[in-house]
C-alpha cells in the first residue's frame, strides 16, 4: 500500500474529504481493541470507536476511493444517517461502476432504502441490479433471496 | 513524493472527527 496506492496521484488528497485517515503500526496495544491480526488491515470506525467495515489485504489504488467510499456508506448506514449513506454509496456505483466495492454498493443501497420506505422493493430491485451487472460476485448470492420479493 | 495526510494520534483523531462530522479509517499496518 505504502510503495504504490497511497501515493498514487488518484489517491493522495481522496480519503480526506470523506474521513479521518489514521495509521496505527500493528504492533500498537490498539491492534486488541480493534481485533487487528493481520496487515494491511483497513477499518472504518465511528466517533464511538465501533468498526462498521473492514478491509484485509492489499487494495490497487483504483480500489482505493471506492472502497472508502463504500465503507463511509456502512458506516453512515448503521449509524442511521440513511440519506448520506445513500450518497456515498451512488458515488461508488455512478463513479466506480467496474470496481470490486460496487456490487455491495448497490446492495447496500438497497438496504438503505428498505429502511427508510419499509418496502420490498428496493431490495428486489438491488437484487435485479446486482443480477444485470455483477452476476459473477458473491453480492449476487447474498442477495438472491430477495428474487422471491 | 506525496501520501495521504495520516493521524497517528487515534483520540486526537477521534476529535477531529467529530468535530468533521467524519468517520474515522484506520490503517494497521507492518513497520517492517
Redesign the interface.
Known sequence: ??AVT??HEN??HE??T???????????P??KE?V?KW?????????E?KT?HRVIGFLPPEELTPA?SL??GK??LDTGALDRALGVLKEVIDSHPMSHAAPEAVYFSGVCRYKQTHEAAPLKEAYEKIQAGYSNTEWAKRSAPYRLL | MGTIAWREDVDRAVDEARKQDKPLFLDFFNPG
Open positions: 500500500m505504502d497511497y501515493p489517491v493522495i480519503p480526506e470523506k474521513v479521518i485517515p489514521v495509521r496505527i503500526p500493528f504492533d500498537s490498539l491492534s480493534f487487528a496487515t494491511p488491515n483497513l477499518l472504518w470506525v465511528d466517533t470507536r462498521h472508502v465503507g463511509v458506516t453512515f
